[in-house]
């Protein structure tokens, strides 16, 4: 089993790159190559630190915590050809 990327690894990883390069979705079990169109490509669209808290003392169900601190990498199909904003 592989272990989950965290935001120490991911900024060891981009130490020294330049800004201006793009970031690509890889994947051996096929997140990269998924059932789309011949014309569509996955595009990681948004980077970012979600936290929230849950009120009045309440826990998730799923971890027994009453708070969520992540990172996520947003990825979505678009048309090849669509031209970037």
Known sequence: MSK???VGKLKKALEGVPD????ELESDNGV???DF???EE???EKAY???YQLP???TFDDTGDNK???FVIYANYRDAYEVED
Do not use: S, W
Not at 20 to 23: G, Q
């Open 4 to 6: 989950k990327l965290t």
């Open 20 to 23: 201006e390069l793009e970031v």
């Open 32 to 34: 990269d190559q998924c």
């Open 37 to 39: 169109e011949e014309d």
């Open 42 to 44: 996955v595009v990681i």
């Open 49 to 51: 630190r979600y936290t």
């Open 56 to 58: 009045d003392g309440r």
């Open 68 to 70: 969520a601190d992540y």
